[in-house]
């Protein structure tokens, strides 16, 4: 069974200050596809950071940014500078190419930043 | 602009009174999927699809039917709806991995109780 943990149901940090969310997932595919999703107020579900499975360079984009450690199935996300509009829930999920279309999410980390 | 749309937005309806949710992207993506999303359990998949014709049960398929009668329609059904179908259900779309990488984009999301 393919599943993704996310251990911490809500967390906060002072605005500028740097933030890790933790990911753990579980599939004994090689090959998949790793994603941050982030879900402001709005509900929009929108794209943070993606990153391939077969790439060992820790995927980054602008403020954030994964340390990606396939052996222990670990995937954890980085917001440097945090910013009240990061405030949101945060959802780790991968894809299996070869499942076609199927989607894992996590439960979710609701984080809000301070000011 | 590259979207993905859901009407309605918000329904409240009564149990049994069947009812359609629509969805619609203009990306000529192949893939397409309906979720919900409940509080504590993250996004669950109900339905996806690879392509036209092609449909899929995901982890929560029961009182659901889809249809992909074309690449940008994704119609999600609801034969009889029961309270426990009270939820908020986003649709998505992606392209295939090798170009699209898998990357899912979301509707706006539709809130739907059934009292």
């Known amino acids: 069974a393919q599943t993704v943990t996310q251990s911490q149901p809500e967390m906060s940090v002072q605005e500028a200050e740097t933030v890790t969310l933790s990911c753990t997932y579980d599939?004994?595919?090689?090959?998949?596809?790793l994603f941050w999703y982030k879900q402001p107020p709005s509900r929009q579900m929108i794209l943070v950071i993606r990153q391939e499975a077969y790439k060992q360079q820790n995927a980054t984009e602008n403020r954030f940014s994964v340390n990606f450690q396939k052996a222990a199935k670990s995937f954890s996300l980085k917001i440097s500078d945090s910013q009240l509009g990061d405030t949101a829930m945060y959802f780790c999920a991968f894809i299996l190419p070869n499942t076609g279309n199927q989607f894992y999410f996590g439960t979710g980390t609701s984080l809000t930043v301070i000011p | 602009e590259a979207q993905v749309t859901q009407n309605p937005r918000y329904l409240i309806t009564v149990t049994g009174k069947k009812l359609t949710v629509t969805c619609s992207q203009n990306?000529?993506?192949?893939?397409m999927s309906w979720y919900r999303q409940d509080p504590g359990l993250g996004l669950r998949q109900i339905y996806y699809?690879?392509?036209?014709?092609?449909?899929d049960k995901g982890d929560v398929p029961e009182g659901y039917k889809v249809s992909r009668k074309e690449k940008r329609n994704f119609p999600l059904i609801l034969e009889s709806p029961s309270p426990n179908q009270t939820s908020l259900y986003f649709c998505?779309?992606?392209?295939?991995?090798?170009?699209?990488?898998?990357?899912?984009?979301f509707g706006p999301g539709t809130r739907l109780t059934v009292l």
């Open positions: 699809s690879m392509n036209v014709e092609v449909t």
């Open positions: 599939t004994s595919e090689s090959n998949y596809y």
């Open positions: 990306m000529n993506h192949e893939y």
């Open positions: 998505a779309s992606s392209g295939r991995l090798a170009g699209g990488h898998g990357t899912q984009y």
